[in-house]
């Protein structure tokens, strides 16, 4: 049973990845390729405000928040001009930097002796040390996250965003700042995700570089696509399917060394798929750009 709610909670965490980046690249049209970039930062600035200042989980999970939202309203501001492939190469690229920084620094990150001795989060001394026990705070998360992003989806804000997708020269012309709306939402998705990997920090309680490469950002931009494009619903339902079939794979008796690149094909061949067949993915209503 542990196993199975350990899917779970990753699961979980990958809903509160995907429904808010599909606010930037579903309901935007931001294609944005480099948000494992974030899901590093959150875990690391986390991981390292616990071990080396002493601070609470808890309190280093907001501030790998705000840390997030930092960096995403720069890379923001630098990238967000581009259009189309340019942006989606400009977002990896930054994934690139940021997995190399925590590979190399070794004097902040270890490098890939990565972080051991992560602290786990604690409510009323209660050690939140297992895959039952983080459960129900992951499905808090996802919830929030749920909520937040369906609230903008249906505010006159979320249908500014939409506005921007199907065509930002519109909404220029209507005297709104179209660069400002996008920083604001790729930033926020920034700070979703670094809150995931704060999460999975102090969930795992140990973080290398190798839970943060930069292909990572596909897996993340799968689950919006195979979900749905547009549709909050879709991401819930990808997350969820592109966690656990690659996990089904375990019961079928391949051994292991096979499994890990049989995974990759698995999720190539989704996609291959999805191109052909389904571009708006399962439950959405506009196609990749």
Not at 13 to 38: D, Q
Not at 90 to 108: D, M, Q
Not at 126 to 150: N, Q
Not at 267 to 276: D, F, K, N, P, T
Request: proline share 4%; aromatic share 12%; hydrophobic share 55%.
């Amino acid at each position: 049973m542990e196993y199975f709610y350990h899917i779970l909670v990753m699961a979980g965490l990958y809903v509160v990845i995907t429904t808010s980046l599909n606010l930037a690249v579903g309901f935007t049209g931001l294609p944005a390729m480099g948000h494992s970039a974030f899901f590093l930062v959150g875990a690391y600035t986390s991981a390292l405000l616990a071990l080396k200042a002493g601070l609470s989980p808890w309190f280093t999970l907001f501030l790998s928040g705000v840390m997030g939202w930092s960096v995403g309203w720069i890379v923001g501001i630098l990238t967000v001009r581009l259009m189309g492939d340019f942006l989606a190469l400009a977002t990896f690229s930054f994934a690139v930097i940021c997995h190399s920084i925590a590979n190399n620094w070794s004097e902040l990150t270890r490098g890939p002796m990565g972080l051991p001795g992560i602290p786990s989060l604690s409510f009323w001394n209660i050690e939140i040390d297992t895959s039952l026990r983080f459960l129900p705070v992951v499905v808090g998360f996802c919830i929030m996250a749920v909520v937040i992003s369906s609230r903008i989806v249906s505010s006159p804000y979320g249908r500014i965003l939409q506005g921007i997708r199907e065509g930002e020269l519109v909404v220029f012309s209507l005297g709104l700042n179209v660069l400002r709306y996008k920083r604001q939402i790729f930033a926020f998705s920034a700070l979703c995700v670094a809150i995931a990997g704060a999460l999975y920090a102090h969930y795992i309680t140990f973080i290398d570089p190798s839970s943060f490469t930069p292909m990572e950002s596909f897996v993340m931009l799968l689950m919006v696509v195979f979900g749905g494009m547009g549709s909050l619903s879709g991401s819930v339902l990808g997350a969820v399917l592109l966690v656990v079939i690659p996990e089904a794979l375990r019961f079928t008796g391949i051994p292991g060394e096979v499994a890990a690149p049989l995974r990759q094909v698995l999720y190539g061949g989704i996609l291959i798929g999805l191109v052909l067949y389904r571009p708006q993915g399962l439950l959405g209503t506009f196609r990749w750009k």
